[in-house]
């Protein structure tokens, strides 16, 4: 049917038609893959440029799809950030491989939506094997149930929930905390290096900001274990009510990593739930040379790894994990009765272990990147690309003109220009020499960086995690954050 009869007629595309166009889009997305490096990874962009290229208003004619892809391709396609660019560096990597695009695009095909076993009892039944082998394939033990959810931030939201509901008494989930005074001020305990997304969760679950209690860190970063103690002590003697702590494997500036089986010890003298956020690191545990700086972590209550971020996934999937799946149960579910359908005992019904109904088919794309990759082929990714942080390690520690900010168990590093004569005009000069050569750097658009403060200094990060890097890319970024130096140090 020609584009014109389709005017004509209701109902969706054509099947002939789209079979055409799908072979387009698949062609442009494997041009799109082969040619990255065409692309500066940061577009050069005034905000608001490519609104003012759009219509104000939504076509009321249908528009032939020779149309929509070629202004997919002029106005879309160049001018956004390249997270799939070999030369992206910034802040965790979050590539979408060859099969999580293609697990993607079945997903959508088939369009099933996970809410209840009935409703989707393939996808339910893989989300089941696949969290499973997840879970193994990490070293975790077989009593972690999962589940994926959509992001990092909602697998701590949906986790901190059910710490909430595990608290004795409390009975949140009916009664609600406000207008409640015998309820004493909701605590969370996390490191300062803790990611910003358990600040929220505190936000959304009634704790708030001022419930959150950061603690003090040592100079490698790492949440220090006496402080948590003191700060539970001190609160349960306020008449506060301590509810849960979060200790971070893998913060977001410098991976560093809690001390988790201390941080576990504490919980369990306190009974307090221990969620770990492992949403960057989690992935290397994939190698048994990553279990070990992890060691404890198996003590969690319950446990975030991100696919999205070091597996390869294209965006989005998380992985919750959690030893008792009856908490979750009972603080999300809710039936109704349009939605009954028979007892499954056998089987998860999804929706009623978290916050959304309405759930998309994210086990796809995982089982077809496990599948063809392989745990010890993801492993080997793993591996080479913490080799290669630490090879960079070495060159910064070798040159007396660099100076590494912490250290680096993973694939992230974190450094700054500072040669002896600059580091004498103070932080502050250092600081703004630093922003001067990561924003020199990435406006060459070969490579992206970002940067982050640590200790109260600029760091200049880059962690690697896109399995398109070489090695060849980050010689490049050497010598272009040579050359920024050169330049910023006598400009
Ligand atoms: C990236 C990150 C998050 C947030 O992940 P989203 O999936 O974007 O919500 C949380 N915690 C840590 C440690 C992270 O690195």
């Not at 100076?403 to 974190?414: G, N």
Request: contains cysteine; hydrophobic residues 45%.
């Amino acid at each position: 049917m020609t584009h014109a009869q389709n005017r004509e007629r209701l109902g969706d595309m054509d099947a002939s038609e789209f079979r055409v166009a799908a072979h387009r889009v698949a062609d442009l997305v494997a041009d799109y893959l082969e040619e990255l490096e065409r692309h500066p990874v940061r577009p050069s962009l005034r905000p608001g440029a490519v609104r003012a290229a759009l219509p104000e208003t939504a076509p009321a004619a249908p528009e032939s799809l020779d149309e929509i892809l070629r202004d997919y391709a002029s106005l879309i396609e160049p001018n956004i950030t390249h997270w799939q660019h070999p030369g992206f560096l910034a802040y965790f990597s979050s590539v979408a491989s060859g099969p999580g695009i293609l697990g993607e695009w079945l997903a959508a095909g088939l369009n099933a939506n996970v809410m209840f076993w009935q409703n989707a009892p393939a996808p339910t039944e893989l989300e089941e094997r696949v969290v499973g082998w997840l879970r193994d394939l990490v070293g975790l033990p077989e009593v972690f149930d999962g589940m994926f959810t959509d992001t990092a931030s909602v697998s701590t939201l949906t986790a901190l929930v059910a710490a909430r509901q595990a608290l004795p008494g409390l009975d949140a989930r009916r009664r609600g905390l406000a207008g409640r005074p015998e309820v004493g001020a909701l605590r969370l305990y996390c490191s300062e290096e803790a990611h910003s997304s358990v600040e929220k969760a505190a936000i959304v679950v009634g704790i708030g900001r001022d419930g959150v209690s950061k603690i003090g860190v040592d100079t490698e970063f790492r949440m220090r274990p006496e402080l948590l103690e003191a700060a539970i002590e001190r609160d349960r003697r306020d008449g506060a009510l301590p509810c849960a702590v979060v200790a971070t494997l893998g913060t977001t500036s410098s991976t560093s990593v809690d001390p988790v089986d201390a941080v576990a010890d504490c919980c369990e003298r306190h009974g307090l739930w221990l969620h770990v956020d492992a949403a960057y690191a989690g992935t290397a545990a994939i190698s048994p040379r990553f279990r070990e700086p992890l060691r404890g972590w198996e003590r969690a209550d319950s446990l975030v790894i991100n696919p999205h971020k070091w597996l390869f996934t294209p965006l989005d999937a998380s992985l919750l994990l959690f030893r008792q799946p009856e908490i979750f149960r009972e603080a999300f579910s809710l039936v109704a009765d349009y939605m009954r359908t028979p007892e499954t005992p056998e089987v998860h019904n999804f929706n009623e272990y978290g916050i959304q109904l309405g759930r998309r088919f994210r086990a796809l794309k995982v089982w077809m990147i496990l599948r063809y990759f392989g745990g010890a082929g993801i492993g080997r990714r793993v591996e080479q690309h913490c080799d290669w942080a630490r090879e960079w390690a070495d060159w910064v520690d070798a040159h007396d003109a660099w100076e590494r900010l912490a250290p680096v168990p993973f694939a992230t590093l974190c450094f700054r220009y500072a040669p002896p004569t600059l580091r004498a005009r103070g932080d502050a000069v250092v600081d703004r020499v630093n922003q001067a050569i990561l924003d020199a750097v990435n406006d060459t658009g070969e490579v992206y960086l970002s940067g982050t403060r640590l200790a109260g200094r600029f760091a200049l990060r880059v962690s690697i995690g896109n399995p398109r890097t070489e090695w060849r890319h980050l010689e490049r970024c050497f010598e272009l954050l040579e050359e920024a130096a050169a330049r910023a140090e006598t400009g």
